[in-house]
């Protein structure tokens, strides 16, 4: 009933800037904490940045200074603006929420098909 689309990879130069959007459609009541994620061929998916429902942000470190996350909790998604970017910023990128369904008193966590970011000249 509720899902997270992932939208704005591509390809771009390194240098550039991209900016990933989650959107969550479905009867939702609120998100919790979202964040994203990223994982290429033979590495475990890792943690890229965090935002909290108040606003609190935490990032990894091999993206600090270059990426921001935000989030416009009034149509329920989530931003990634990749600045900066570097060849090692390729993968696929995932989106990650904690919901809470209309008629719910609890959060499922959910996740987006992902999206692919390559950054090469």
């Known amino acids: 009933q509720v899902q997270l689309v992932e939208s704005g990879g591509g390809l771009v130069q390194p240098g550039g800037s991209l900016r990933l959007s989650c959107a969550a459609s479905g009867s939702i009541f609120s998100i919790n904490t979202a964040g994203w994620y990223r994982q290429t061929p033979g590495k475990e998916r890792e943690l890229v940045a965090r935002?909290?429902?108040?606003?609190?942000?935490i990032y990894a470190d091999a993206v600090k200074g270059r990426f921001t996350i935000s989030r416009d909790n009034a149509k329920n998604t989530v931003y990634l603006q990749m600045n900066s970017l570097k060849p090692e910023d390729t993968a696929v990128y995932y989106c990650?929420?904690?919901?809470?369904?209309?008629?719910?008193?609890?959060?499922?966590?959910?996740w987006g098909q992902g999206t692919q970011v390559t950054v090469s000249s």
């Open positions: 935002i909290t429902s108040a606003g609190s942000t």
């Open positions: 990650n929420a904690d919901i809470r369904r209309k008629g719910s008193l609890y959060y499922t966590d959910y």
